[in-house]
C-alpha cells in the first residue's frame, strides 16, 4: 500500500530547468534517507544524488553544481531540482525512501534534454 509517486518529468531544451518530485504515502518520513537515480537507455541504473536524514548528501560527479536534492518532512516529498540540463542527462529518473535494497521506489519519470 505504500508508494511513491513521482511527477515533474519531461520534455526541456539544453540549458533549461525542471523540478522532480516524489510523494511518499507511507508513515515515518522523516527518519529514512532518500536519493535519486537514473537509468538511461540501454544503462544500468546509476545514483544522482542522495541524502541521509543525519544531513549527510552526496551528488554523482557529473550533476554536481547543477542539481539539488531537498525535501519537506511535513509534505512527505522529496524533490530533486535539476538546473543547465544537458542531453547526456536524459534518463527515466527513479526517487528512492529508505535505501537501494530495503526501501521504496517511485514510478519512474522520463526526463529528455533536446533541442
Known amino acids: 500500500q505504500v508508494q511513491l509517486v513521482e511527477s515533474g518529468g519531461g520534455l526541456v531544451q539544453p540549458g533549461g530547468s525542471l523540478r522532480l518530485s516524489c510523494a511518499f504515502s507511507?508513515?515515518?518520513?522523516?527518519?529514512?534517507?532518500i536519493a535519486w537515480y537514473r537509468q538511461a537507455r540501454g544503462k544500468q541504473r546509476d545514483l544522482v544524488a542522495a541524502?541521509?536524514?543525519?544531513?549527510?548528501?552526496n551528488y554523482a560527479d557529473s550533476v554536481k553544481g547543477r542539481f539539488t536534492i531537498s525535501r519537506d518532512n511535513a509534505k512527505n516529498t522529496v524533490y530533486l531540482q535539476m538546473n543547465s540540463l544537458k542531453p547526456e542527462d536524459t534518463a527515466v529518473y527513479y526517487c528512492?525512501?529508505?535505501?537501494?535494497?530495503?526501501?521504496?521506489w517511485g514510478q519512474g519519470t522520463q526526463v529528455t534534454v533536446s533541442s
Open positions: 528512492n525512501v529508505g535505501g537501494s535494497t530495503l526501501g521504496y
Open positions: 507511507g508513515s515515518r518520513f522523516s527518519i529514512y534517507a
Open positions: 541524502s541521509t536524514s543525519g544531513g549527510s548528501i
